[in-house]
């Protein structure tokens, strides 16, 4: 039975005649989504349906304040409606022209108490998902206020899976996804996806995230989730000033995985560029003198097995410029590695060099090469230290020519210090402040940030285009130390969870793949197909050649790909999908005629069937195929590669046998 609005409410126990009074709805453009807020018994519900079968029932809105009790809202009206279709263009991306098509409804809720006595709250509802935030402009300018509870709720209809890890752990967005019925959900942080039996898949998260803590969604273990957002020590979540707006919260409706990894709800929800002219920032892939470090073949701090030195870089740099890479990250390159640094942040110098590294001679050299330094700002989460010296940090990058920056912020979740010793949360409103803030700083000297351990991507990256990529998930570094490592579920869930943020800084392409260790769970759990189809399938403008280059040059066969691949993308397609299974992604280079693939499978194997429809009809491509060997597999044979090439066109079907772990990467060349 489908249940239309008023009888959804009539069904959950709610009077129906109170509703109609104050009662305003509203459809995405295509009529796929309905939404329709109300305020009954003192509270303002929204809910939402899809096709007429609801998909979240009425749920609360609002927010609380120090010094007032819960605002009983008494009226909704002042609704505004508009239509939006236009259509801009991304300066990098994974897609260069993104449609916004939505359509807006604004009301004002009015409540009983002075903080909460004119609120108003606009929703964008699009044909994939919908959006809300609240608009607080009727307090006063310039007036402080403490917001204590975020009453907005998302109620579920029906049985739900969700894929998830509990927030606030030590290492911050860094564990493992399970997957559970929805209803055990106890703290999760977004985006949180699910699938329900209704065939329906949701995604939860927030857009333009700008002065506000990062919101977490509690579960009450029969459907519902509350928004929990982190707060500062002293429970406060957010301390703002007169008059503001939220946050949007975000929620992503399809009928496929591969539906809510191509919506761009997150970019819509967010303003222009702010930055007049980004063009000193090109998309690139990189190497660097980092994995060796986590193998333990040299050092971060100083001595004689220091990775940073001036000898060791020049190499990397020579080995960039033989193989048409842009970029060169040198981590511990700067005084204050020595010791536990984790523990010392506030020793770090972001303009001291060690000894043996020569800053100015290593970027010189490196631009006789056509290949710059890649800087690394690793903070140890001592952000006083960092801020303090920021400016001239960022300064001397500018001066020798560094363009982006690697930031880290390594500390364990709740225990930044602020500048009155108060332990913060690595994504509470001080953090997203100073994350916000160091971003301004970088694009005052022309720098980008590819920021770890971050505050989680909500789209900023349309405002702040030199916000390039994050980490905020666990990355190839775990599978150098990790116990166990990731396995290999973890890179077919990251496309429907982590990945719907926006870019991460996945660091993929290793091929020594066991890298010395007998045991799979300690050493990379992929096959070598893998490593290559993941440069399509985790978005990121910047991708790293992780491994050494010795392990480059012993497998040519295999290292084309990555010389071949781009990172920046005229469009891009998930074409296939299941959460925790496999996924095949498609992608055009931004201005070119070729198309790269990648598909990925769990510890299963798999054979899929692949329309190649997304090619130009009538054209004639070479496919360019690396996929697994007839024996290959994860645990017991991970480097057989096989390589082959094939002339195809938009009428063919390839069949893909991926091997457990394993993937296949494709180079689809434009013959005619």
């Excluded at 509270?43 to 120090?66: D, E, N």
Aim: proline residues 6%; glycine residues 10%.
């Amino acid at each position: 039975m489908i249940l239309r609005p008023l009888a959804l409410i009539a069904a959950l126990g709610l009077p129906v005649a109170a509703q109609a009074a104050n009662r305003e709805c509203a459809q995405s453009p295509g009529k796929v989504i309905e939404l329709c807020v109300f305020v009954d018994q003192g509270q303002a519900f929204y809910q939402v349906s899809r096709r007429g079968v609801p998909v979240l029932a009425p749920s609360t809105l609002g927010l609380g304040f120090a010094g007032e009790p819960r605002a009983r809202y008494t009226a909704l009206g002042n609704a505004r409606r508009a239509a939006v279709d236009t259509q801009w263009e991304q300066p990098w991306g994974e897609q260069r022209l993104i449609r916004d098509n939505h359509n807006e409804l604004a009301v004002t809720l009015t409540g009983d108490t002075p903080l909460n006595s004119s609120v108003g709250v606009t929703f964008r509802l699009f044909d994939d998902g919908i959006g809300f935030r609240y608009d607080y402009g009727a307090i006063p300018a310039g007036q402080a206020v403490s917001v204590t509870a975020d009453h907005s709720q998302f109620r579920t209809v029906g049985a739900y899976q969700a894929w998830w890890y509990e927030a606030l752990g030590q290492e911050r967005d860094e564990y493992l996804y399970t997957q559970t019925d929805a209803r055990r959900i106890t703290l999760a942080e977004t985006p949180l996806t699910m699938k329900g039996e209704n065939g329906l898949y949701l995604s939860f998260h927030e857009a333009a995230l700008v002065d506000f803590p990062s919101m977490l969604l509690a579960g009450d273990g029969a459907g519902t989730l509350s928004a929990r957002p982190m707060p500062w020590p002293d429970g406060v979540l957010a301390r703002k000033t007169g008059p503001f707006t939220t946050p949007w919260r975000t929620v992503l409706i399809g009928e496929s995985a591969g539906a809510l990894a191509d919506s761009r709800i997150e970019l819509n929800l967010n303003e222009p560029s702010r930055i007049a002219d980004i063009s000193w920032f090109k998309p690139t892939k990189y190497v660097g003198v980092w994995w060796e470090m986590h193998l333990k073949k040299t050092t971060w701090g100083s001595g004689p097995t220091h990775g940073a030195n001036t000898a060791n870089v020049e190499r990397y740099m020579d080995f960039a410029a033989k193989y048409g890479f842009g970029g060169v990250l040198v981590e511990g390159w700067n005084k204050g590695w020595d010791g536990e640094w984790t523990e010392h942040g506030d020793q770090f110098s972001f303009t001291e060099p060690y000894p043996d590294f020569d800053i100015r001679a290593i970027t010189a050299y490196g631009k006789a090469k056509g290949v710059e330094l890649i800087g690394h700002h690793e903070t140890g989460g001592a952000v006083v230290n960092y801020a303090a010296q920021l400016e001239d940090a960022m300064k001397l990058y500018q001066d020798v020519g560094v363009s982006v920056v690697k930031t880290g912020y390594v500390k364990h979740s709740g225990d930044i210090l602020d500048e009155n010793g108060g332990k913060q949360w690595f994504a509470g409103q001080y953090m997203v402040r100073h994350h916000l803030h160091a971003v301004e700083v970088a694009a005052a000297h022309r720098i980008a940030i590819d920021a770890h351990e971050p505050v989680k991507d909500t789209g900023l990256r349309r405002t702040w285009p030199n916000m390039i990529s994050r980490e905020g998930a666990r990355g190839q570094e775990f599978n150098a130390w990790g116990t166990p490592t990731n396995p290999p579920e973890h890179t077919v869930i990251l496309p429907f969870t982590r990945m719907l943020a926006g870019p991460m800084d996945y660091t993929p392409g290793i091929f020594d793949i066991t890298h010395g260790k007998a045991e799979v769970t300690e050493r990379v759990q992929s096959t070598l197909a893998t490593q290559l189809a993941l440069y399509v399938v985790l978005y990121s403008p910047v991708q790293m050649a992780a491994d050494l280059p010795e392990n480059y040059e012993a497998r040519p066969d295999a290292f084309q790909f990555i010389r071949d691949v781009p990172t920046d993308w005229e469009t891009s397609r998930t074409l296939a999908g299941e959460i925790g299974d496999y996924i095949v992604v498609a992608r055009q280079p931004r201005g070119g005629k070729d198309w790269f693939l990648g598909a990925l499978t769990d510890e299963e194997a798999r054979t899929l069937g692949q329309p190649l429809t997304f090619l130009t009809p009538g054209k004639r491509y070479e496919a360019q195929i690396y996929r697994d060997g007839p024996d290959a597999d994860y645990r017991t044979n991970p480097t057989a590669l096989v390589t082959e090439r094939r002339i195809v066109t938009s009428k063919d079907v390839l069949t893909f046998n991926l091997a457990p772990g394993g993937g296949t990467a494709i180079r689809f060349k434009l013959l005619n």
